[in-house]
């Protein structure tokens, strides 16, 4: 991987220590970050990550706070958050697609604040999540077939979650009309909440 801030040279990989699967399906994660440029990783690399994601059961989907205050919270951030984004893209917001939705809960709180267009929440699973059961939801493999475009496609702290980010990316932008706008958002490896907590930050 060339460095974004030596582009001629190879990223220089330092460990910032091993963190923990609660998956228990990978092993010891230990996470690198580039001297220079500030680009984080985790190794080992995973060649297809769709195993992590079956039956919505990892911490990404938070399965046990569909309820409340942590949901509570989190409804509250995120209607906040989808505030600052759509004032982020600006001008014509149109139909969004929320590309890698998880939970579902951020395209909820999106669909709750935004009245000028139809907000989608599209994932790996067949079903859509409880957060949009009562939603526009499409699934990955119905999305190809479907060759559907959108105005604007959201990515959020979706980058992450495969090694082969070329490929990832030209599918987020595939869904993209001639014109629109893709919006992507990546975890910053040096956050507040990593500092405080470490490798509890989650």
Same mark, same amino acid.
């Given at each position: 991987?060339?460095?974004?801030?030596?582009?001629?040279?190879?990223?220089?990989?330092?460990?910032?220590?091993?963190?923990?699967?609660?998956?228990?399906?990978?092993?010891?994660?230990?996470?690198?970050?580039?001297?220079?440029?500030?680009?984080?990783?985790?190794?080992?690399?995973?060649?297809?990550?769709?195993?992590?994601?079956?039956?919505?059961?990892?911490?990404?989907?938070?399965?046990?706070?569909?309820?409340?205050?942590?949901?509570?919270?989190?409804?509250?951030?995120?209607?906040? @958050?989808?505030?600052? #984004? !759509? $004032?982020? +893209?600006?001008? %014509? &917001?149109?139909?969004?697609?929320?590309?890698?939705?998880?939970?579902?809960?951020?395209?909820?709180?999106?669909?709750?604040?935004?009245?000028?267009?139809?907000?989608?929440?599209?994932?790996?699973?067949?079903?859509?999540?409880?957060?949009?059961?009562?939603?526009?939801?499409?699934?990955?493999?119905?999305?190809?077939?479907?060759?559907?475009?959108?105005?604007?496609?959201?990515?959020?702290?979706?980058?992450?979650?495969?090694? @082969?980010?070329?490929? #990832? !990316? $030209?599918? +987020?932008?595939? %869904? &993209?009309?001639?014109?629109?706008?893709?919006?992507?958002?990546?975890?910053?490896?040096?956050?507040?909440?990593?500092?405080?907590?470490?490798?509890?930050?989650?």
């Amino acid at each position: 991987m060339n460095c974004v801030n030596a582009p001629d040279l190879e990223c220089d990989f330092r460990s910032l220590g091993q963190f923990l699967d609660r998956s228990g399906k990978v092993g010891v994660i230990e996470v690198v970050q580039c001297r220079r440029c500030g680009h984080g990783k985790t190794m080992p690399p995973l060649p297809d990550v769709g195993f992590l994601y079956e039956g919505r059961e990892s911490q990404d989907f938070q399965p046990d706070a569909r309820r409340g205050f942590s949901h509570l919270v989190k409804d509250v951030a995120f209607k906040r @958050d989808a505030k600052r #984004l !759509l $004032a982020q +893209i600006g001008g %014509n &917001v149109g139909s969004i697609l929320d590309f890698g939705c998880g939970s579902g809960q951020f395209t909820r709180a999106l669909g709750d604040v935004y009245r000028k267009g139809t907000v989608t929440g599209a994932d790996m699973h067949e079903v859509p999540p409880l957060e949009l059961a009562d939603k526009a939801y499409i699934n990955s493999r119905d999305l190809i077939a479907r060759d559907q475009k959108f105005d604007t496609v959201i990515a959020m702290q979706v980058l992450e979650h495969d090694d @082969d980010t070329a490929a #990832l !990316l $030209a599918r +987020i932008v595939r %869904n &993209v009309r001639d014109g629109g706008k893709v919006v992507i958002e990546v975890p910053n490896i040096s956050c507040p909440w990593n500092r405080i907590f470490g490798k509890y930050w989650d």
